[in-house]
């Protein structure tokens, strides 16, 4: 079937503590993007990546790293995260970029405290 | 920023009721996508309309595009409960960027 899957779905950790989440998709995708959903906000882009070890900044980079060594996976990183960044994470791929279908991943809440 | 603003912010219909949500944005696009979203899950593909298209049908969704006005809506007819979700619209006005517009949250009663 093919997917994008993120891990863990719920994640409550307290400021500071460096985390992950990973982002994986089956479907050879070229393109791979973050974004953030806040109530009132819409979605808002982190980071995008077009290709293996090619990434770009979104509209909201700040606080975040990523990185794409592998075409299926591209893990989030909050290198020490805080509580603006409490948030509700996609990930999402599409065959070439961002005015591609977009299919998305189920979503990771994430709690900073 | 946004670069796609949805209107109405929220809309409750009688099912069979037609719905529709409009969407405008800034800059110049190449392609407008409308998505569905229920509940906090993660965003579905509803349909996608290019710049040199004006209309666009798939099933019960009709999508129209004035680039002139920088505007799009998104039709739902014969609407049905299983339609309440948030709906957006998203742009591509920087090269492989995506902007999503704040939603339209669609409520059908039955």
């Known amino acids: 079937e093919a997917q994008v899957t993120q891990n863990p779905r719920y994640l409550i950790t307290v400021t500071g503590k460096k985390l992950t989440v990973t982002c994986s998709q089956n479907?050879?995708?070229?393109?791979m993007s973050w974004y953030r959903q806040d109530p009132g906000l819409g979605l808002r882009q982190i980071y995008y990546?077009?290709?293996?070890?090619?990434?770009d900044k979104g509209d909201v980079p700040e606080g975040y790293k990523v990185s794409r060594k592998e075409k299926r996976n591209f893990p989030l990183i909050l290198e020490s995260p805080s509580p603006n960044q409490t948030s509700l994470y996609f990930c999402?791929?599409?065959?070439?970029?961002?005015?591609?279908?977009?299919?998305f991943g189920p979503g990771t809440r994430l709690t900073v405290t | 920023s946004q670069q796609g603003e949805e209107d109405p912010q929220a809309l409750s219909i009688q099912e069979g009721e037609n719905a529709t949500m409009n969407c405008s944005y800034k800059?110049?696009?190449?392609?407008l996508q409308w998505y569905r979203q229920n509940s906090g899950r993660g965003l579905v593909h509803l349909i996608l309309?290019?710049?040199?298209?004006r209309e666009k049908h798939s099933g019960r969704l009709r999508v129209t595009l004035d680039t002139s006005k920088k505007s799009s809506s998104l039709l739902i007819t014969a609407s049905r409960a299983a339609d309440t979700a948030s709906y957006f619209c998203?742009?591509?006005?920087?090269?492989?960027?995506?902007?999503f517009g704040a939603g339209t949250i669609l409520r059908v009663k039955s």
């Open positions: 999402a791929s599409s065959w070439s970029g961002g005015g591609d279908e977009q299919y």
């Open positions: 479907m050879n995708h070229e393109y």
């Open positions: 990546s077009m290709n293996v070890e090619v990434t």
């Open positions: 800059t110049s696009i190449n392609n």
């Open positions: 309309i290019r710049s040199n298209e």
């Open positions: 998203a742009t591509d006005p920087y090269g492989n960027k995506l902007v």
